[in-house]
């Protein structure tokens, strides 16, 4: 986020104060950040309250209207914004955007601007329901400048439970990094991409398990980066918090606990796939014997008899159609490319992502990452350490240049 350029724009809502979160977030990052605020957006949180937030004095219609800089303001903060983000967006506003009307600041640096535009709306759920809003929200829709994120359901600050709940700052947040890598491009529109993630668990029985400490992270944040790049997704996931679950919008989820489970859902799935990436941490190997009850401790065998699991990723790359390619991780400790290589060639994948494990603040579990990828022609590309998001997207980046894309 260091030196990105980001444009916020505040209407008035009771979500107004839910964006002093992104904004607060983004100015820590080290991004430039400036705010424009209508008048109604005053009625919630103030413009002191915004400039202190993003270090910058907010914007508003008494700025538009005043002769004060050299420049029309409008024309300078479009020209300036690598990304708008409008949050909460009111069906008031909506309704301008979407025919194009200008009467203020903030609709304005809309027409005078051509970076990505990203929509957050927040209204009540009889407000978002109405035939008018619902058409203008899809009609907006049709123009590619534009991008989504949310309305959630939830409970409304008018006690209301229902569709209309702006999405939460983190979800705002990682859709924004998104548009700064991708510059709004949906370069994996149109196609079917299938994901694993999490790690499985062998059960022993109902409360022991075989596991890993895969938490699913970089798995979620692949699916985010191809949703937000436009494609269609099924992730097949191990138990993963129900919080990450939710962070991933437009997308079909199924649950696999166990490496079979999981081997059943990416062959059912996997006919229908363009790109299947398998990020999942899955077992190696199962306790032979599963036990219904729970075993007392004192019945625990000495020694536990194992037996292997089923390779997934050997299967599918069986079944592997021409017009299909099949990516694979490699988490390894020490030497993280011979091993990788090893299982490129030998899985016969058509790249895989070397991930070291044994170093602080990559691998299982963290925020951030950091990768070679490889591919089956012998291109090897190094990603230093960045979000596993960032690194998300850069695989994307490595597969459609691999694409011709």
Not at 184 to 192: E, N, Y
Not at 392 to 402: M, V
Request: overall charge neutral; glycine content about 6%.
């Amino acid at each position: 986020m260091y030196g990105r350029r980001v444009l916020i724009g505040i209407t008035g809502g009771i979500a107004a104060y839910k964006v002093c979160d992104v904004i607060s977030t983004l100015a820590k990052a080290g991004a430039e950040v400036r705010v424009i605020m209508t008048d109604s957006a005053q009625e919630f949180i103030t413009p002191l309250a915004v400039a202190t937030l993003c270090r910058h004095p907010a914007y508003t219609d008494a700025n538009f209207w005043q002769p004060t800089h050299k420049r029309p303001l409008h024309i300078e903060l479009g020209e300036w914004a690598e990304i708008f983000a409008i949050a909460p967006l009111t069906a008031n506003t909506l309704a301008k955007l979407t025919y194009g009307m200008a009467d203020n600041l903030l609709t304005n640096t809309v027409l005078a601007s051509t970076c990505p535009i990203l929509l957050a709306p927040a209204m009540n759920t009889d407000m978002w329901e109405q035939v008018p809003v619902r058409r203008n929200w899809q009609l907006i829709q049709t123009d590619s400048r534009y991008h989504s994120v949310g309305p959630d359901a939830g409970i409304l600050a008018c006690d209301r439970v229902g569709s209309g709940r702006m999405a939460e700052p983190e979800q705002i947040l990682t859709q924004i990094e998104s548009l700064l890598h991708t510059a709004g491009k949906r370069d994996l529109a149109g196609k079917q991409i299938l994901i694993s993630a999490g790690g499985t668990r062998e059960h022993l029985d109902p409360v022991r398990f075989i596991g890993n400490p895969s938490t699913g992270k970089m798995g979620i944040a692949l699916v985010q980066a191809a949703v937000h790049r436009g494609a269609k997704v099924t992730l097949v996931h191990a138990p993963m918090e129900t919080k990450m679950l939710a962070s991933v919008q437009q997308v079909r989820t199924i649950a696999a606990g166990s490496a079979a489970q999981m081997q059943q859902a990416m062959l059912e799935c996997f006919p229908d796939a363009d790109l299947i990436i398998m990020a999942a941490a899955v077992a190696d190997v199962k306790p032979a014997h599963y036990t219904a009850q729970k075993l007392p401790k004192r019945a625990l065998p000495a020694s536990l008899p194992l037996e292997p699991v089923p390779d997934i990723v050997a299967q599918l790359s069986t079944l592997k159609q021409p017009h299909q390619r099949l990516i694979g991780f490699a988490a390894q400790t020490g030497d993280i490319l011979t091993p990788a290589r090893r299982k490129l060639q030998t899985k016969k994948l058509d790249a895989i992502v070397a991930n070291p494990i044994d170093i602080p603040d990559a691998g299982f579990g963290s925020n951030t990452n950091q990768a070679i990828f490889l591919n089956s022609e012998g291109r090897q590309v190094e990603i230093p350490p960045c979000s596993k998001l960032q690194l998300a997207h850069h695989l994307f980046d490595f597969l459609q240049e691999e694409a011709g894309n």
